[in-house]
């Protein structure tokens, strides 16, 4: 986990919320998707199975460190980029020493 630092995971947790906010305010309700099914159904897929191995990623982690994961598990399903972030902040908060 070196490779994530605090400063990166709070940039990209800020720009997905910019991004959601973004979504959420600029689409048209009344226009149909130009998307075919079969690309909407792709890129399901996709995202089904990128949450899957980022998850058992998660579950690695926080065997390696023993800490308990399953409680990630609902926001995950809900929100996975958030949630991978605050995870990731997460395991890299100081432990104090008693």
Do not use: E
């Amino acid at each position: 986990m070196f490779v994530w630092s605090k400063c990166l995971a709070g940039i990209l947790l800020g720009g997905f919320i910019l991004m959601i906010g973004v979504f959420l305010f600029t689409g048209a309700s009344d226009q149909a998707s130009g998307l075919k099914i079969h690309t909407t159904r792709w890129m399901a897929l996709n995202h089904i199975g990128l949450i899957i191995w980022v998850f058992i990623w998660m579950i690695d982690q926080a065997r390696m460190r023993a800490k308990n994961v399953w409680v990630w598990l609902i926001p995950f399903v809900l929100a996975p980029l958030p949630t991978l972030m605050l995870y990731v902040l997460y395991l890299q908060r100081r432990i104090i020493p008693l």
